[in-house]
């Protein structure tokens, strides 16, 4: 049943990856995708190689009662509500985390610092919002910063084509970002709690190779635009320019200070990120019903959380959910696993692997890669602040920007501004490609 299910997999990543030609939405796609392939692998008895696998046989152990079909689906139901419990857990933290940024927008919050930003020369505000995106993803992590950095382009890029060619350097440089922090990206805080790596050995070993994986394609990116952008207007919808609506100022820094409050609270009381963020969601709820008390309640709808619920992109979300049921589909049938070891038996050196799997992380979630390496990898031979573990969340890290599914921030800003597969292989894919290279060259050489 696996090769039918590597097959289902396939075929649903082709039909994402040529949505528009084949004009089926990529959420159909991938929620398909993810059900076909849980239901087939549910299906199917399990085959030898599983069956002997520590993974199973350790469950199998303890579940002596019952034949062996049984064992099995209880088995398959444990490690599916494993997964969807981390699932939900993202799927929560971007819930929360866009309409944060929506009830912001709704007041006009971001106006604060786009006012601010006075250039429309293309290439001076490329390299603001580039490397705006880099340092607020370490303080944030890559996909919330992403999320916030497009609401915030929305306002300063008119020109559609533009704006997409933006969103493509957000997403190299929240993931650039995100990868020197250990709470920058999720597979830096997962071999940052699990021990393989120390705060500040990581921001020390991978702080240079970032900025260059982010310098190179913002440098070629550079020399190719030119010209300035359309002058921007903001008319409100009565064709008068818009004032600060009241409040506007308040709800910017309570939400931004939600979304950095974050992982203090994931320090403070070691609760999953999406507890913070929905922490945060609550008190500027309370906060948009205070802070407009003279107005109606027909007006007050605008900048309601309902009303920023209703902005919410929710298929991007539910496509972001089917992309990580199908991945978690694989990693429950160890295929991840047994792909990981064929690469160690194969290739043997370990810096090619690790430069592969970046590569790989593009394509499958980057969780279970390096989930799959931890696996494989002891910390009796390889401890603490190791190259390998350090290097292992550069590539996992920054790989996923070569392909606009192969992260977290790259699936949030795809449903965003619709960005197309095809359109971002041919515009960004290069872009991530040398950036992601030269940073690894820069890692090695100076390791």
Request: hydrophobic residues 55%; glycine residues 8%.
């Amino acid at each position: 049943m696996e090769p039918v299910i590597l097959i289902i997999f396939v075929i649903g990543y082709l039909l994402i990856a040529f949505e528009h030609p084949v004009k089926i939405n990529k959420t159909a796609s991938a929620l398909i995708t993810g059900a076909l392939c849980w239901g087939l692998f549910s299906a199917g008895f399990p085959s030898v190689a599983f069956k002997n696998s520590e993974h199973f046989t350790a469950f199998a152990a303890g579940h002596s009662s019952g034949d062996s079909m049984d064992i099995f689906h209880a088995f398959l139901n444990q490690e599916l509500s494993h997964s969807l419990s981390q699932i939900s857990g993202i799927l929560f933290f971007l819930l929360g985390a866009m309409t944060i940024v929506e009830l912001i927008d709704a007041h006009h919050g971001f106006r604060f610092i786009t006012d601010h930003i006075k250039t429309l020369n293309i290439r001076k505000l490329l390299w603001i919002v580039s490397w705006v995106t880099f340092f607020l993803s370490a303080v944030l992590d890559n996909l919330t910063t992403a999320i916030v950095m497009v609401s915030l382009t929305r306002k300063l890029v008119q020109d559609e084509k533009q704006r997409m060619m933006f969103a493509g350097m957000i997403i190299i440089a929240a993931n650039a970002g995100g990868a020197w922090s250990p709470i920058g990206d999720v597979t830096t805080t997962m071999l940052w709690i699990n021990g393989n790596i120390s705060s500040l050995e990581i921001v020390k070993g991978l702080l240079l190779p970032s900025i260059v994986c982010l310098m190179v394609p913002l440098l070629y990116l550079t020399m190719k635009m030119k010209g300035n952008l359309e002058p921007r207007i903001t008319i409100g919808q009565d064709g008068v320019d818009m004032e600060y609506v009241k409040g506007g100022k308040i709800m910017l820094f309570v939400g931004v200070g939600a979304l950095v409050f974050v992982p203090v609270f994931k320090t403070i009381t070691h609760l999953p990120p999406y507890m913070g963020i929905l922490l945060g969601l609550g008190v500027l709820w309370v906060i948009s019903e205070l802070i407009n008390p003279d107005l109606d309640e027909f007006s007050k709808k605008r900048y309601s959380v309902a009303s920023a619920l209703s902005r919410v992109d929710v298929p991007s979300v539910l496509f972001f959910m089917g992309i990580l049921l199908a991945v978690s589909a694989l990693e429950s049938m160890r295929t991840l696993h047994h792909f990981a070891e064929y690469l160690n038996d194969t290739l043997g050196d370990n810096r090619i692997i690790i430069t592969l799997i970046g590569v790989v992380s593009s394509i499958v979630d980057n969780v279970p890669l390096v989930a799959a390496c931890m696996g494989m990898y002891s910390l009796d031979l390889y401890p603490m602040d190791h190259m390998i573990w350090e290097y292992l969340a550069y590539c996992a890290g920054t790989g996923g920007s070569l392909l606009v599914i192969g992260s977290a921030a790259g699936v949030a800003v795809m449903g965003m501004e619709r960005l197309d597969f095809i359109w971002y292989v041919k515009n960004i894919s290069f872009l991530a490609l040398i950036g992601y290279m030269a940073g690894a060259m820069i890692f090695l050489v100076a390791g």
